[in-house]
């Protein structure tokens, strides 16, 4: 148990999530107060000791199932499920997954092993969808011993011998709704619903590869293939759109407390100055006594974020990081203004609002030659000139 936390504590590590031996030792106090045979016990209490920030809690999850992989279940009853028998719903017997004189589920056809899978997902009976998933995986997706992968391509060849979309339907299959807006709403519902149950579906696969992985090439060696930087380590230039997509995420917030900050000084100038005249003049229903100040009306104007980015190459990832910021920020405040620079300066605001995404918005920017006056080596002097002259009033 120590080596596997140990283990777990240097992967985090290496993964980038900040874990103190203070944190370490804590997580190690709590092992003697803890059911050592129940594993979602021990994953709760290491993670409240050893995680911090709730964007760490996928990649404590993802390496703690390499260090503390579950024992092997009995797989269920065939004569105990839906079309293996006798009906009702799935049981895990104690003595394995065959009933006397009948085959077991990994005998079973795939139309077969799928039927019971469809009927364990709608019995929420995760207990069976494991060992289904586990069948599965020892069908479909030919792992290879000793190959140092990560699982990805194992877990495509197994969902597509699933077939999410056929899976989806079966699960929708049979399902009455009321016809009218009511109607519409209790099938958006189902469908949420299924979706669910097939996200849980491919956790559970994912889980097995790995499971099988681990004891194919230990836990270490696993780890080392799945390291995935996190969203404040992201690689901008060669970024994916699905990390491209959380490190969005994770910049809104900042955005966010921008635009909320901005609104907290617009909240004070609500109030201008005293207007001493009206507020006399309204004292003499009071007898000369100014009970009932008068203050003048401040005329805030609305603000317009005007942003400023440096696009040379000495500076182009963290060019990327601003330009992602912006693009977030057009959502929070009411008007942004965009410029580039190298050593000429451009607006470049109606390419955002014409971009689908931030690669497209980069391309058509560099596309365009924006931010260049002469020769594209950075010249603020001129920049900072030219931005005054041109759009210094505003």
Do not use: C
Not at 103 to 114: H, K, N, Q, T, Y
Not at 323 to 345: I, K, N, P
């Amino acid at each position: 148990m120590l080596a596997a936390i140990e283990g777990l504590i240097a992967e985090l590590r290496a993964v980038g999530v900040p874990v103190s031996l203070s944190e370490g030792i804590d997580a190690v106090g709590a092992l003697p107060h803890l059911s050592l045979a129940d594993r979602e016990e021990i994953r709760v209490a290491l993670r409240a000791a050893l995680v911090k920030r709730h964007e760490h809690e996928h990649a404590f999850d993802t390496v703690f199932d390499l260090f503390f992989s579950p024992a092997a279940e009995a797989p269920p009853d065939p004569s105990a499920v839906p079309g293996g028998g006798t009906g009702g719903s799935p049981a895990v017997p104690a003595g394995g997954g065959a009933r006397p004189g009948g085959p077991g589920i990994a005998d079973l056809e795939d139309e077969r092993v799928i039927g019971l899978l469809v009927e364990a997902l709608r019995a929420g009976d995760f207990t069976t969808v494991r060992f289904v998933a586990g069948v599965l995986v020892d069908r479909h997706a030919r792992i290879e011993p000793g190959r140092p992968v990560g699982g990805t391509y194992y877990l495509f060849r197994t969902m597509r011998a699933i077939d999410q979309d056929a899976l989806l339907r079966r699960l929708l299959d049979g399902e009455p709704y009321p016809p009218g807006p009511e109607g519409a709403l209790e099938r958006r519902l189902a469908v949420e619903r299924a979706e669910s149950l097939i996200d849980r579906l491919r956790s559970e696969v994912e889980a097995q590869i790995r499971r099988r992985l681990v004891a194919d090439r230990g836990a270490k060696a696993v780890a080392r293939t799945l390291r995935t930087p996190l969203p404040q380590d992201t690689d901008f230039l060669t970024a994916s759109q699905a990390e491209l997509a959380t490190v969005r995420a994770t910049v809104q917030p900042l955005a966010r407390a921008l635009a909320s900050r901005l609104a907290r000084r617009r909240e004070h100038l609500r109030r201008g100055g005293l207007d001493f005249r009206r507020t006399v003049r309204r004292s003499m229903s009071t007898g000369g006594v100014p009970a009932e100040p008068v203050f003048r009306r401040p005329h805030v104007a609305k603000p317009e974020l005007m942003v400023i980015a440096d696009i040379s190459g000495s500076v182009s990832a963290f060019a990327t990081f601003t330009l992602r910021l912006v693009d977030a920020l057009r959502s929070e405040f009411a008007a942004v203004r965009t410029f580039v620079f190298v050593d000429g300066v451009d607006e470049v605001t109606s390419v955002f609002a014409q971009a689908s995404d931030i690669a497209d918005v980069a391309a058509r920017i560099n596309a365009a030659g924006s931010g260049v006056w002469l020769d594209g080596r950075s010249d603020y002097g001129h920049v900072l000139e030219s931005f005054w002259e041109r759009w210094g009033s505003r």
